[in-house]
């Protein structure tokens, strides 16, 4: 038998419910604040704040994120040691975001933006051709996201390069890692996509002098989440056209608000955190598939090291 409690003020229970069931036999499914009696309690499923919800639970084995990030959980280091904590690893979600890291570096490539503001002014003009292998690809973040968007650009025959904490070698990029990289890494880059998780390390991290080390001219994607970017400084560097465009999925605020200065910036183009959204239905299958094999004696994939935040 697996008791799971279900948190999220996002996410519907009875469609979670329903598809878990599908492949946890013994599935006891509470939906939270109907705990029943707490001791039982072993898997927790979660979007949002832990808060001080594990104190009354004392036999929770591992706190499940119904998405990639876990950050949303609060601060990782005052979660008991016993307790595993796992962020959602699904090829759906890596697939979706993907496709959305493509889109954008496509648009950017395409003088997407350009021929949109000629259309407006109904103007015949054409730009030079450049070849995919000319642009450069710059990811920071090569996880599980990061390393699938860098490998279908690739063979897209962009020029990727990758920023991660560790060093690593891929054939499909080039890779620089830690801080010591970080300024080599931007500096040959000319789209600059962030898929990094957010952490003390990268909170912040899309800033003026970010920006002021990629050449004039570049891109910037962020699908990662809000707190990476100091909104001012992207205003600063797409009026001074460091930066000639943006694609931004996520905000320190969501929804942001109606008055905020991005909304009615042509060189932004923004979506509402749809990158890659959780579906219920692969990502039921994928978290019942970790904790059957973890039931079984096996190891449990997407564990995150509570120290480093990711
Ligand atoms: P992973 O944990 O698999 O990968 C994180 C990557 O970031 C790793 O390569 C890691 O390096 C690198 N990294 C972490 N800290 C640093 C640092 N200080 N300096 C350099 N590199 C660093 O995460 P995922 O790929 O699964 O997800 C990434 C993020 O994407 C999520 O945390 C979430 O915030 C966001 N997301 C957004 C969605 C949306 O719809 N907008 C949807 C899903 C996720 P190393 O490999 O060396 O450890
Ligand atoms: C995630 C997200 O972290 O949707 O999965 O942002």
Request: with cysteine; glycine share 8%.
């Amino acid at each position: 038998m697996a008791v799971v409690l279900f948190k999220s003020q996002t996410d519907d229970p009875t469609l979670w419910n329903t598809e878990l069931s599908r492949y946890l036999v013994h599935l006891d499914f509470r939906v939270w604040p109907a705990v029943g009696d707490p001791q039982e309690v072993e898997y927790l499923l979660i979007w949002g704040e832990l808060g001080d919800l594990l104190e009354t639970l004392p036999n929770v084995k591992a706190i499940l994120s119904l998405g990639a990030g876990v950050d949303h959980l609060g601060d990782l280091n005052k979660i008991r040691n016993n307790i595993s904590v796992i962020r959602l690893v699904d090829d759906d979600l890596t697939r979706g975001m993907s496709e959305y890291v493509i889109f954008n570096v496509l648009r950017f490539h395409r003088l997407d933006q350009l021929y949109r503001e000629q259309q407006s002014q109904r103007i015949w003009q054409e730009h030079p051709p450049v070849a995919s292998s000319e642009i450069r690809v710059g990811i920071m973040g090569l996880g599980i996201l990061g390393k699938d968007a860098a490998k279908k650009l690739s063979s897209l025959d962009y020029n990727v390069l990758g920023w991660s904490r560790e060093p690593k070698s891929f054939d499909f990029c080039s890779v620089f890692h830690g801080k010591e990289g970080f300024n080599d890494f931007l500096e040959q880059t000319n789209i600059l996509i962030c898929l990094l998780p957010l952490t003390a390390e990268t909170d912040g991290i899309l800033c003026a002098k970010t920006f002021s080390k990629l050449p004039v001219n570049s891109y910037l994607v962020n699908a990662a989440r809000g707190q990476h970017l100091i909104n001012a400084d992207l205003l600063d560097a797409l009026s001074s056209g460091q930066l000639l465009g943006a694609a931004i999925d996520v905000f320190p605020e969501e929804p942001l608000s109606t008055s905020h200065p991005f909304w009615g910036n042509t060189k932004i183009m923004m979506t509402p955190h749809v990158a890659s959204k959780t579906n219920y239905k692969t990502a039921a299958k994928c978290i019942a598939r970790n904790i059957n094999n973890w039931e079984r004696g096996g190891n449990l994939e997407g564990v995150v090291n509570s120290s480093r935040g990711y």
